[in-house]
């Protein structure tokens, strides 16, 4: 057990699997040589070799549909984009070819797309993205957001070892800022289950990814018991912690990074109010990013994304209703 | 009793677990002299119906709750003004909190001779319950705990968002009830204080019409449909029998009866029963005797699963299913210690309770503790059903119609020969989570051979 950031969580997870697993191998832009945009797969090339930390061209529609062919013929490919934002070039091979394969001939496809994620940083439209929820609407296909280091080992061990296609949303704004106690030991976080961050009785937030840490910091600030719900995975999402944390306080707030229409937090709120409609105290509240592209303006950028005072105030009217 | 000064009569505690209380019936009205003991009103609870005697004699001067509403245990229903019917002061505890239960009628009328204060909001009919509740609206989770306790959310002290009542709101008003102190139990008892709990008056509004009963969550009528209360018996019957259900694992095993014998010596009883006794030997009384005797060879059968052990009884108390007159209820009184009776006090004491219960004068313990239940639908001519299990018991009997049937029996030669015989269906319906299939077959074939073998001697 020693501390470690959430990229050295992640970067420690692949090796351990790549010592274990001659199938597995990496590959991207500048994964090799550079050892990556921020440094994830750095050694690994000297470790394991070119043959199993490929350099690849600039195509992400290459680099998806290179992994799903190597799934099919028994590797198991951990791919990287530079930027979650580019996976849509891919979005074919994905959604079309790797989410169906496994229903469609019965051959599974264990592919892994390493998706660094989330904005805070002035990186804008196109380097701030947290795509997560368009995936979760396709079936066939796993979405993982962990928010510590030790979820982030285990699930993206999780996600190595899954026979289906993983997507492994790893959050940029926590890759170092976020430091926690990792086991040295390999260990597997179950892909579609929730983590209490911290346990309350007033009120639910539901969350994931560095939103946990915004929801943890404005629960401080608050005159209630505010229990924190990382989902850890939204594609299959744990229902179950969701309604009895729900059914316990009868209020929640569902928060992502992400915008809001058609975000993940819709469907987790429309299932509150099928399933817990009778222990509801208070409408379901979504905090969620606007309707628009992440703008780069610092200041804009913290009007777009729900920040601590955001939650504070939603908290509050929740705690008060 | 004579009586002097004003007494109150309130919503008397019928039970430990019985919190409240629907008025059926007004038998006095305002201005009527009664004596004392004499009966004043008809409550119900989800327990039992019964009347309410009189703990005072004068003359009714108010009736502050109206028939078919819902009230706590302990709220203030009316007053008997004294004897000579002068407006006799109201009787208020002066400090609820530390009032002890007042022994009697004069303790609580004295130490409320202090100047009247105005009666409680109950009195003021057209007025709201006063609550400083502005908002109605009701939460999806506060309308389903309210439900769940039979209380009406309006009465409940709000301190949500413009004064809306919250879940915590109602689970501490709860709490706060259900710290309440008990009152004695009898209805008879002396009349008492109001239950301390004044904050939350404990009542539903006099006026709340059109449902008296809390029932928040009941949709308006539409065309064609018509709306009425729920009474607390009906409460307690559906929630005991969807309870039950999801309780034990309901099974039903039948047998065929031939009750001949039993028929021809009943014939014969009957004559001497009703002249020395005044007792009419049913057919029920059979079974039950012969039910008694077979469950002491099968204690399972009479016994219960309590958490995740089996406990079993050294006596039977035989619960029966008595349908009211009005029939808007079942109710099922227990015969204690049946295996005490033989067939003559079991025709008695099932005469007994099933007139007590069509006459409302059943106690709560009348309906407590029973062990097996036997349950007699067969009057309107049915042959077959599945009753559903009297919890926590492990199996109930049904009885069904005597039929005269053409029937195969041996001739004295050892041949085949139909006869016309009197047939009557036995169900079991026993929880199966404790009950095998083979036992209760078994539990059957005993009790339909102690039926069919009856001998005039017997019992």
């Known amino acids: 057990m020693a501390e470690k950031t959430y990229l050295q969580a992640i970067s420690d997870g692949l090796r351990q699997e790549m010592r274990r697993d001659s199938r597995v191998f990496v590959l991207g832009e500048d994964v090799g040589v550079y050892g990556g945009a921020f440094k994830v797969t750095l050694g690994f090339q000297e470790e394991f070799g070119a043959w199993r930390v ?125 430091k926690g106690d990792v086991p040295d030991e390999r260990y597997v976080t179950p892909i579609g289950k929730a983590r209490i961050h911290q346990e309350g009785d007033d009120v639910t937030v539901v969350t994931w990814g560095a939103m946990v840490y915004t929801a943890a910091e404005a629960a401080k600030q608050v005159d209630g018991s505010v229990e924190i719900v990382d989902l850890r995975t939204i594609l299959p999402w744990d229902r179950q912690a969701v309604l009895e944390s729900v059914r316990k306080t009868s209020k929640v707030l569902v928060l992502h990074e992400d915008t809001r229409t058609g975000g993940f937090g819709g469907e987790i709120a429309a299932t509150i109010a099928e399933e817990a409609f009778e222990d509801l105290d208070a409408p379901v509240r979504r905090l969620a990013a606007p309707d628009s592209p992440v703008p780069f303006s610092p200041t804009l950028e913290k009007a777009f994304i729900p920040q601590v005072d955001d939650v504070v105030g939603a908290l509050k009217e929740l705690i008060d209703y | 009793m004579a009586t002097n000064t004003a007494v109150d009569v309130v919503m008397p505690q019928m039970g430990v677990s019985v919190s409240e209380g629907t008025i059926t019936r007004w038998l006095k009205q305002v201005g009527d002299t009664i004596e004392a003991d004499e009966t004043l009103l008809e409550i119900s609870t989800d327990k039992v119906d019964t009347e309410v005697p009189s703990p005072g004699s004068g003359i009714v001067t108010e009736i502050l709750v109206q028939e078919g509403e819902t009230v706590e245990v302990g709220t203030l229903l009316a007053r008997i003004g004294g004897e000579g019917g002068a407006e006799a002061p109201a009787v208020q505890p002066p400090e609820p909190a530390t009032q002890p239960a007042a022994d009697e009628a004069e303790a609580a ?74 009152a004695p139990p009898a209805p008879a008892a002396a009349p008492q204080a109001p239950a301390p709990e004044v904050a939350p008056q404990p009542a539903t509004a006099p006026a709340a019409a059109p449902a008296p009963t809390p029932q928040p969550a009941a949709e308006p009528a539409a065309v064609g449909e018509t709306v009425e209360p729920m009474s607390a018996m009906r409460r307690g019957i559906a929630e ?179 006869a016309i015989r009197s047939i009557m269906n036995l169900t079991l319906t026993y929880d199966h989570r404790l009950v095998d299939g083979a036992l209760a077959g078994r539990f059957l074939r005993d009790l339909r051979g102690r039926l069919e073998s009856w001998g005039e001697s017997d019992y």
């Not at chain 1, 592919?111 to 795509?131: A, D, E, M, T």
């Not at chain 2, 999806?140 to 306790?149: G, T």
């Not at chain 2, 077959?384 to 009885?399: E, F, K, Y």
């Open chain 1, 54 to 178: 490929l350099d690849m061209p600039l195509s992400e529609t290459a680099i998806v549909a290179g992994a799903t062919g190597a799934a099919l013929m028994g590797m198991r490919p951990v791919a990287e984009m530079q930027f979650a934002d580019f996976v849509s070039c891919a979005w074919d091979h994905l959604v079309t070819v790797a989410a169906k394969q496994r229903w469609r001939a019965g051959t599974p496809v264990p592919i892994v797309l390493r998706l660094p994620s989330g904005g805070g940083f002035s990186g804008g439209p196109f380097h701030s993205q947290n795509p997560e929820s368009s995936f979760a609407h396709i079936p066939g296909l796993k979405c993982v957001c962990p928010a510590t280091p030790e979820d982030a080992k285990g699930l993206i061990t999780a996600a190595i070892e899954d026979p289906n296609p993983v997507l492994f949303f790893e959050h940029k704004h926590l890759y170092r800022r976020i």
């Open chain 2, 109 to 182: 009328a004295a130490e409320g001779a202090a100047p009247a204060e105005e009666p409680q909001p109950l009195a003021q009919p057209a007025q709201p319950v006063a609550h400083e509740n502005g908002k109605s609206f009701v939460s999806p989770v506060v309308a389903r705990i309210a439900a769940e306790h039979g209380i009406d959310p309006s009465s409940v002290p709000g301190t949500g968002s413009g004064g809306r009542v919250t879940k915590k709101d109602i689970q501490a008003f709860i709490e706060t009830q259900a710290q309440a102190p008990q």
């Open chain 2, 240 to 418: 005991h029998m969807r309870r039950s259900l999801d309780t034990s694992a309901h099974v039903t095993s039948a047998i065929e009866v031939d009750m001949t014998k039993v028929v021809s010596i009943r014939e014969k009883l009957k004559r001497e029963y009703q002249s020395a006794y005044g007792v009419n030997p049913t057919y029920l009384s059979f079974i039950a005797r012969a039910t008694v005797e077979t469950l002491r060879d099968y204690p399972w059968v009479n016994g219960e699963i309590r958490g995740d052990q089996i406990v079993t009884k050294s006596y039977v108390n035989l619960g029966f299913a008595v349908e009211l007159a009005d029939g808007k209820g079942l109710i099922v009184p227990v015969v204690k210690n049946a295996e005490t009776l033989n067939l003559l006090g079991m025709a008695k004491a099932v005469a007994d309770i099933a007139q007590r219960a069509r006459n409302k004068q059943l106690t709560p313990d009348d309906v407590a503790g029973g062990s097996f239940t036997i349950t007699n639908p067969g009057g309107y001519g049915t042959f077959h059903g599945t009753p559903v299990i009297s919890q926590p018991q492990a199996g109930i009997l049904g009885t069904y119609a005597i039929v005269k049937r053409p029937w195969v029996i041996e001739d004295e030669n050892g041949g085949d020969a139909i």
